[in-house]
Each structure stands twice: as structure tokens, then as C-alpha cells.
């Protein structure tokens, strides 16, 4: 989810790696150790909570990139701890933390591939495998929100990549594909808030470059952003093509790149979920049903403009 301090990555011109970096709301940049002892090595920060723990990964001594924990200990200065991959797998990535500071991602072997791990923090951070799709093969998480509710990508067994939630019962995970309707397309949910809204992206015919920005619900809802343009207030809409969705706040708020009129690819956008004023039923779209709906509950009580703002 959105946060105002923010973590990422420089690069070191001298070395030709990327550096990994905390950048506070007070202006401070720094950079972060990595697991080796070289200095300014390669890394990357990927998220940040309101306890200002980071994940991502950096190189270890043995040059494996491995997932990374890094925590604040005093002003501007920071460790990094590693989070052990799955038995049997050699490297792997963290890709997202909620605030209690549990962290998902996956685990790599180049025989194995790539399995979607979580780190619970009140279990050390120990690797769990999450399960992928019944007969699929790779697969990874990109989030997790307060309720440990997990999303990314898993691979089907026809060989197509689709969006999936994973939640936790407190003793086993299960996997649900997102878009388990959709036979012809391919899709990824990268981020989700704790009221469960999660977005990504959605494509066809194998080209992810001309994907549309795309919105789910755990309760099973699905939008494509692109499509349902009514739904959303952003100043200066006519002519966007919203490519993807990259991150969602906890008041609605998405964020994104895509391209703008008269503009090269990419840009970046910034939407916030709100009611079209046709969608008076409260239903994804505006169809004849919303005109029942209006009439039957036209009156001196009700008129058009109180419907309207529901």
C-alpha cells in the first residue's frame, strides 16, 4: 500500500549495480547495507511500512541475491538481515510487507523455478511455500495486507499467468485464482489494502506491453479500469490509455502508468474509486436495470439528485 516514506533504488555508476535506498518524508536519502561486504553492492528496497522495516533483496557473500529485511536502529542508520529462502532454492526476492511487518515473495532454482514464499514476523521470519494453481507451475506474491491476505501471479495449467489470492486460516493457505473465468486472457495483482481492493493488470493474446489497468475485490468483483472510466473522478480523462495499476492507498486511491494524450509512454496517472453518477443500483455498469431502479423509487422523497449520490 501507499506510504509517505518511501524505498527504492540508486544506481552506482562506478560498480554498475543498483544500490538499495530509504528516502524519508524529511528529505534524507540513504543508503542501505547489503548482505555482502562490498560496498555500495547490488540491491533492492521495495516496500516500506509505518515501522519503517524494508523489504526486498540484496546480494549475500556468496553473490546470490536473497530477500532482505533492513530495519532502522538509529537515525539514518540501518541493518540488513536475511530472510532464508525455501529448502532447496538459492535465491529469491521480497516483494511486499504489511504493517505488522510480514513479508511474501518467492524463492528461485534455476531446476526448481519459482515458488511463492511468505515470512510471517511473528514466526522469525521463517520461509513458508504458498500453493500454486492445481496443475500450474511458477508463481508469485507481491502483497500482503493486515488480514494476511496475499496476491500476485500464478501460472495455470494451460500455461497462462493469472492473478490470485491466497489467505491463511492461522494454520494452512489457499490459493484462488482471480480470474478463473477468463479463458483467453492473462493477468497479475501486484498490490491490495486492507479493505481487500487489489489491482494489477490484465492482457490478451500474450502481450503484457498492451495490458489495461485492471481492479479486483476478495469478495470476487472485477474491473477493468480502462473500460469502466465512468467509475472513476480524474481530472483531464479524455484520451488516457491506462496501462497498469501499480499500488492502491487505503481511502480508493490507485496509482499507475499509462499513456496520456499527446504524450510517449509511459506516464503516471493517479485515480481515485468514485461512484458514476448513472450507476445508481450500485452494480459494476450502467444498464437498463439502473433506470428500474430509478423509477421504482421515483417520489416526493427521493429524487433524482439524492439517487444519484448514493
Given at each position: 500500500m501507499l506510504?509517505?516514506?518511501?524505498a527504492?533504488?540508486?544506481?552506482?555508476w562506478a560498480?554498475?549495480?543498483n544500490?538499495?535506498?530509504?528516502?524519508?518524508?524529511?528529505?534524507?536519502v540513504?543508503?542501505?547495507?547489503t548482505?555482502?561486504?562490498?560496498?555500495?553492492?547490488?540491491?533492492?528496497?521495495?516496500?516500506i511500512?509505518?515501522s519503517?522495516?524494508i523489504?526486498?533483496y540484496s546480494?549475500?557473500?556468496?553473490l546470490?541475491d536473497?530477500?532482505t529485511?533492513w530495519r532502522?536502529?538509529?537515525?539514518?542508520?540501518?541493518?540488513?538481515?536475511?530472510?532464508?529462502v525455501?529448502?532447496?532454492?538459492?535465491?529469491?526476492q521480497?516483494?511486499?510487507?504489511?504493517?505488522?511487518?510480514d513479508a511474501?515473495g518467492y524463492?528461485f532454482?534455476?531446476?526448481?523455478?519459482?515458488?511463492?514464499?511468505?515470512?510471517?514476523?511473528d514466526?522469525a521470519?521463517?520461509?513458508?511455500?504458498l500453493?500454486?494453481l492445481?496443475?500450474?507451475?511458477a508463481?508469485?506474491a507481491?502483497?500482503?495486507?493486515a488480514?494476511?491476505?496475499v496476491v500476485?501471479?500464478a501460472?495455470?495449467?494451460?500455461?497462462k499467468r493469472h492473478?490470485?489470492?491466497?489467505?491463511?486460516?492461522?494454520q494452512?493457505?489457499t490459493?484462488?485464482?482471480?480470474?478463473?473465468?477468463?479463458?483467453?486472457?492473462e493477468?497479475r495483482?501486484v498490490?491490495?489494502n486492507?479493505a481487500?481492493?487489489i489491482?494489477?493488470?490484465?492482457?490478451v493474446?500474450?502481450?503484457?506491453?498492451?495490458?489495461?489497468?485492471?481492479y479486483?475485490t476478495?469478495?470476487?468483483?472485477?474491473v477493468n479500469?480502462e473500460?469502466?472510466?465512468?467509475?472513476?473522478?480524474?481530472g483531464?480523462?479524455?484520451?488516457?490509455?491506462?496501462?497498469a495499476?501499480r499500488?492502491?492507498?487505503?481511502?480508493?486511491?490507485?496509482c499507475?502508468?499509462g499513456?496520456?494524450?499527446?504524450e510517449?509512454?509511459?506516464?503516471?496517472?493517479v485515480?481515485r474509486?468514485?461512484?458514476?453518477?448513472g450507476?445508481?443500483?450500485?452494480a459494476?455498469?450502467?444498464d437498463?436495470?439502473d433506470?428500474?431502479?430509478?423509477l421504482n423509487?421515483?417520489?416526493?422523497?427521493?429524487?433524482?439528485?439524492?439517487?444519484?449520490?448514493?
Amino acid at each position: 500500500m501507499l506510504h509517505p516514506d518511501a524505498a527504492g533504488r540508486g544506481y552506482n555508476w562506478a560498480g554498475g549495480f543498483n544500490v538499495p535506498g530509504a528516502f524519508g518524508v524529511d528529505g534524507v536519502v540513504d543508503a542501505l547495507p547489503t548482505l555482502s561486504s562490498i560496498d555500495l553492492d547490488r540491491g533492492y528496497a521495495v516496500d516500506i511500512n509505518a515501522s519503517r522495516h524494508i523489504v526486498g533483496y540484496s546480494r549475500n557473500a556468496d553473490l546470490q541475491d536473497r530477500p532482505t529485511l533492513w530495519r532502522e536502529v538509529h537515525a539514518n542508520e540501518w541493518t540488513a538481515s536475511e530472510m532464508m529462502v525455501l529448502d532447496g532454492y538459492s535465491s529469491g526476492q521480497a516483494q511486499g510487507m504489511n504493517e505488522a511487518s510480514d513479508a511474501v515473495g518467492y524463492s528461485f532454482d534455476s531446476a526448481l523455478g519459482r515458488q511463492p514464499t511468505v515470512w510471517l514476523a511473528d514466526e522469525a521470519w521463517q520461509p513458508y511455500a504458498l500453493p500454486a494453481l492445481e496443475g500450474g507451475g511458477a508463481a508469485e506474491a507481491r502483497d500482503i495486507n493486515a488480514a494476511r491476505q496475499v496476491v500476485g501471479w500464478a501460472d495455470t495449467a494451460d500455461g497462462k499467468r493469472h492473478a490470485v489470492l491466497w489467505e491463511y486460516d492461522g494454520q494452512s493457505w489457499t490459493i484462488r485464482d482471480l480470474m478463473a473465468d477468463d479463458s483467453i486472457g492473462e493477468s497479475r495483482a501486484v498490490k491490495l489494502n486492507d479493505a481487500g481492493e487489489i489491482v494489477g493488470r490484465h492482457w490478451v493474446d500474450g502481450n503484457i506491453h498492451h495490458s489495461d489497468a485492471w481492479y479486483w475485490t476478495v469478495d470476487g468483483n472485477s474491473v477493468n479500469l480502462e473500460a469502466h472510466r465512468c467509475s472513476f473522478r480524474r481530472g483531464g480523462a479524455e484520451g488516457w490509455t491506462l496501462i497498469a495499476a501499480r499500488d492502491i492507498a487505503e481511502d480508493g486511491t490507485i496509482c499507475g502508468h499509462g499513456t496520456a494524450p499527446g504524450e510517449e509512454p509511459w506516464s503516471a496517472w493517479v485515480l481515485r474509486l468514485d461512484t458514476c453518477v448513472g450507476n445508481v443500483d450500485g452494480a459494476d455498469c450502467v444498464d437498463f436495470e439502473d433506470l428500474i431502479y430509478l423509477l421504482n423509487h421515483w417520489g416526493p422523497e427521493c429524487s433524482p439528485s439524492r439517487v444519484q449520490s448514493r
